[in-house]
């Protein structure tokens, strides 16, 4: 019978292993009082070349747990006045007795209480866990407004293993990231000295490794309203030698001071040290000089379009019906082809669906960036907004797709509807299956949990899908399935012309399509490549949302420009071509990720490589669709009028 109770008492104990509860994050913009305790929360390590290879903070040999008040002050009393920072003779003659070594200044007037333990986890928001974020407890003791000018952490002696992982996160550049609420800390875990840039660690070389840390804080008004974290050269231990145990005391020290800074412009900081002011106005005359391009560039087409057409309406108004045969020519010769539906009529539909779902996805998250309701500066917010925003637009996309496959006579609605409903996830899948897989073998923090994949999932199952088949419903039953066309389709296809020009080619067209467009927004690629995929916090969304639409101003003229041209030879084919051209700045985003990776940024590895190739060729892919579907919408309403201004039999 006494088994009972203890077999009743088993799946409590097995869960709370399992669900073990996490600590709450520290609220930010906490009013403290005097001696109030604050909590460092320490996330991750990873190369600094390398911003996606992330792992867990205490993957390497850090304190998990603080040193009791009798540890601290045996090691105050074994340390030596020059390992402190230049304790002098003055000082001393200062101290009672005159001649006696006092270190009370070393520690803080608060004592030890040795509660604080690292290693645990704490509680995330949604995009954190996209954003690779793992924050965890640690043994810092720190109090509001409480000094400290050096103080013991733990005193360990590391063997041959741990000197090898911090050895070797040493030369790979690895940095740290902490958080004091939600102000993000840098530093380095060491350094080393007198290696060669090719040949690596030679003879009287050194690694050391940085065991002290100096806090700076900044208060305003009782919040903490400034963060940052500097480590010491002059507090270093070498470790060059892994092979030799070596005792490291890792300490800390604390300053508190007074900060003019407003608590809700605490984040300002950060941007304004990543982007200097010179550059600021250097990026400010990239996009003006794009500006004016772009304007140039669509005044010449707009001017040569209006001269040519006007000619051609000309004309074609003046002939008689008895000439008609004999003079048509041009682009009205394939009045009776013009409007036949293109191959594959599905997929087109579901690509410009899931286009014009993108687009409205991408204005509505720039928007809600540039208003501030999504916050800019909060880690992940912009992934997370996006997954969202996506899935509440899927009727949109199911709408506009199924809408055009009625109108091009089609049957099979409902597998358009599931072919925009996979089109851009399925994709998606594929790549994050991939990488998460890479991410997993490395033991990286990139990979996403498990909750968070079944979290994205029930959104996208219980809430894209849903909204998916309601637009393609509201479509079948509301939405006009006349195409309205302004001249009658013949049953039999004209033949299209073979001999054509290299430069009037369909592979010139793509390489003129994509690359205006591409040029207009390279100078702002830079920018935005540097906050994705390196530690730059990107906050200029008016101007990002400014040359969003200068792209697609550039792509819908050079789309109708090039169109003109096809139909001018007598080319009636145009649906795929006119969503291709527009979508081809996608191929030119996805090879300049090329030239960016080898030239602009010092990533290497697999699991970085896996991380940046794979989504920039989702990114790419969402560029092309989202170009496409407007090219294709300006070209349709371009070839709509022209058609319905000239009379055809």
Known sequence: MRILPLLLTLPAVTTGAFFKKKHRRQKAGTKYGPHDAVHVVVNKVGPFNNPTETYRYYSLPFCKSHADQSEHDAAVEDLEPVSMGGYTDDMAADNEGGGGMDFSFLSSSRRIMGDRVGAEKTKHRFGEHIAGDRRETSPYELS?????????????????????????????????????????????????????????????????????????????????????????????????????????????????QEDDLPWKKRMTRYADSRF???????????????????????????????????????????????????????????????????????????????????????????????????????????????????????????????????????????????????????PVTFVFM??????????????????????????????????????????????????????????????????????????AQMVVAGFLPFSAIYIELHYIFAAMWGHQMYTLFGILLFAFVLLLIVTAFISVALLYFQLAREDHRWWWSAFINAGMTGVFIYAYSFFYYFHRSGMNGLLQSSFYFGYMAVVSFAFFLMLGSSGFHFSLLFVKHIYSRVKCD
């Open 434 to 507: 991939w990488v998460n897989t890479v991410a997993l073998a490395h033991g990286s923090t990139s990979a996403l949990p498990f909750t968070t994949i079944l979290t994205i999932t029930f959104i996208y199952g219980c809430v894209a899908l849903p909204l998916t088949v309601f637009g393609g419903i509201l479509a079948k039953n509301y939405a006009s399935h006349d195409f309205n066309a302004p001249t009658r389709t013949t049953k039999v296809a004209r033949e299209i012309p073979t001999e054509v020009p290299w430069y009037r080619g369909k592979l």
């Open 144 to 256: 509001f407004l409480d000094d400290i000018e050096w103080r013991l952490l733990c005193k360990t002696t590391l063997g041959t293993r741990d000197l090898t992982k911090l050895k070797e996160a040493i030369h790979n550049n690895y940095f740290f990231e902490m958080f004091i609420e939600d102000l993000p800390m840098w530093g380095y875990v060491g350094d080393f000295e007198d290696e060669d840039a090719i040949l690596g660690e030679m003879e009287g070389s050194h690694t050391y490794l940085f065991p002290h840390l100096h806090f700076k804080i900044g208060t305003n008004d009782g919040q903490i309203v400034s963060a940052s974290v500097t480590t010491e050269r002059d507090r270093r231990v070498d470790i060059t030698n892994v092979n030799k145990p070596t005792t490291v005391q890792f300490s800390y020290s604390v300053e508190w």
């Open 276 to 426: 200097l002011p010179s550059s600021f106005e250097i990026h400010w005359l990239s996009i003006i000089n794009s500006f004016v391009l772009v304007l140039l560039l669509t005044a010449f087409l707009t001017i040569i379009l209006m001269r040519v057409l006007k000619n051609d309406f000309s004309r074609y108004l003046e002939l008689d019906e008895e000439s008609m045969d004999e003079e048509e020519s041009g682009w009205k010769l394939i009045h009776g082809d013009v409007f036949r539906f293109p191959e594959f009529p599905v997929l087109f539909c579901a690509s410009v669906g899931t286009g014009v779902q993108l687009n409205v996805a991408t204005f509505s998250l720039l928007i809600l960036a540039l208003t501030n309701i999504i916050s800019t500066t909060r880690r992940g917010s912009i992934l997370a907004g996006m997954v969202v925003l996506y899935c509440l637009t899927c009727s949109i996309g199911s709408f506009v797709s199924t809408r055009l496959y009625f109108q091009m006579g089609g049957k099979a609605w409902v597998r358009c509807v599931l072919f925009t409903a996979g089109l851009f996830p399925l």
